[in-house]
């Protein structure tokens, strides 16, 4: 057990909590804060997409689905209605490394979510009912979200360019095909493989009683099964040696859109925060490099973004414009080229570093403001950072230690022409 505290900054106070494991493996995580009667209940399953094979994706983001059908001890479709009733909330999301599901309730219904979890865990309904009833759940998501969305499908072209021949090259939502061929058995293998106490974290963040706590998780936790050892898979990224063109085609469009993006580290890495901070430097708002330049000064540009598309064992640094008044693609790829290869040879000025400082801190308080961001954040920091919960309190320090060379260097390492896709995004005539 393990219990943190001290203070950061005036502004940014460390997050106090208490973890342990029980002995089925399940670690807890309890963080104690009574200004307000709310109280947040979360499992974080490690589990995603990565985790899924050939021809049977979409598994990770379909539990997502189908752990709320109901239990041995709850009529299906029952659970959210619950969760209402008693005056909550509750979803639940997916990506590529894990998934996460949460309750928000008033306080004086914190076993009542402890209960609907330990349901989620120990019995849950998965038969041929609830996989045909979520499958058509998951097709008009995917129709509605995905197959009609502009562009939405950005991710799945850069993807299978970035990350070929890995678990990374398919989306989270994966194929529906390969939900419609699946059987019950394979369903039940899945949840058994992953789902199980010692390949989840338990984080409960509100107005609580630590002691009164750990006991109503012991009472309600403590008889799950503990499941095999989950082994993470491993594979080699082929080397990009010379800059991928590919060019897709979206029916949902009017306006095309030129997209880069380079192979980055992890979510681990040091060299991932830096990345975070380039992108503030290029995008981070309307007095951001692209923006004023590209948006505001030549007014080439409707809309442009930088960002660290951040998972567990790699990442994906993207930028994209869209062009106004027909500006060609090309001229668009030209200013973003300019603007990198100027972060790459020069240090960004004192200005903006004092506002990247600004930025980081602020965002830091914002996420840490609201019980279901701890509870997220804290179970992240176990998760995917060698099971050091503390994270959540260093983040804060590390983005400060990073220099202006740092920044520079980084750019330098990484965003180059030879080490990249290029993806023309162009509507498709109907």
């Given at each position: ?5 001290l203070?950061l ?7 106090k ?5 029980l ?8 963080h104690?804060?009574?200004t307000?009667?709310v109280?947040?209940v ?11 094979t ?13 752990l ?14 619950i969760?209402s009733s ?7 999301n997916?990506?590529q ?13 914190l076993?009542l979510g402890?209960?609907?979890e330990?349901?989620?865990m ?10 045909k ?7 008009e998501?995917?129709?509605m979200?995905i ?10 072209y850069i ?14 939502i ?20 992953f ?34 050892p989950?082994i ?5 990224l ?13 029916a949902?469009?009017?306006i095309?859109?030129?997209?880069t ?12 925060k ?5 992108s ?5 708002g309307?007095?951001?490099r692209?923006?004023?330049?590209l948006?505001d ?11 660290n598309y951040t998972l567990e064992?790699q ?10 008044n ?8 030209k ?5 990198i ?12 570093f ?9 965002s830091?308080v ?11 954040n ?24 990073i ?14 022409k ?6 023309y ?6």
């Open positions: 057990m393990a219990i943190f505290g203070c900054t005036a502004s940014a106070q460390q997050v909590f208490t973890e342990y494991d002995d089925n493996g399940l670690h807890v995580i309890l104690q804060d009574k307000a009667p109280v947040a979360s499992v974080m399953y490690h589990v995603g997409s990565k985790d899924e050939t021809h049977r994706t979409g598994f990770a983001h379909f539990f997502e689905h189908l709320f059908e109901g239990s041995d001890n709850m009529k299906r479709g029952e659970f959210m209605k969760v008693n005056g909550g909330q509750n979803n639940a997916t990506n490394d894990r998934t996460f599901y949460y309750e928000m309730f008033p306080s004086n219904q076993e402890l209960w609907l330990s349901e989620r120990l019995h849950p309904k998965i038969d041929e009912v609830g996989v009833t979520q499958n058509e759940v998951v097709k998501e995917k129709r979200r197959d009609n969305a502009p562009y939405a499908k950005f991710a799945e993807f299978q360019d970035l990350f070929k021949g890995t678990p990374y090259e398919w989306t989270t994966g194929s529906m095909a390969d939900l419609d061929a699946a059987k019950l058995p394979e369903f039940l293998a899945f949840f058994k493989k789902y199980a106490p010692n390949n989840a974290v338990l984080t409960i963040a509100g107005d609580i009683d630590v002691e009164k706590t750990r006991a109503l998780v012991k009472t309600y936790f403590s008889e799950v099964p503990k499941g095999e989950v993470k898979k491993t594979y080699t082929p080397v990009i040696a010379k800059e991928i063109i590919d060019t897709a085609y979206d949902n469009i009017q095309p859109a030129i997209m993006a380079y192979r980055v580290p992890g979510m681990k890495s040091r060299d991932s830096v990345l975070e901070m380039i503030s430097v290029l995008s981070g309307g007095s951001s692209l923006n004023k330049k948006v000064e030549k007014k080439t540009a409707l809309q442009v973004a930088a960002f064992d990442g994906a640094y993207i930028a994209l414009a869209l062009p106004n027909n500006t060609p693609l090309n001229d668009l790829l200013d973003i080229d300019a603007e290869l100027n972060l790459q040879t020069n240090l960004i000025s004192d200005n903006e004092r506002k990247l400082q600004n930025q980081f801190e602020n830091f914002s996420a840490n403001s609201r019980m279901l961001g701890v509870a997220e804290l179970a992240d920091g176990y998760t995917f950072h060698n099971k050091n919960t503390n994270e959540i309190n260093e983040e804060l320090n590390v983005i400060k230690s220099t202006k060379e740092e920044i520079r260097d980084i750019a330098k390492k990484y965003l180059n030879d080490q990249r896709v290029v993806l995004y162009l509507p498709k005539k109907q």
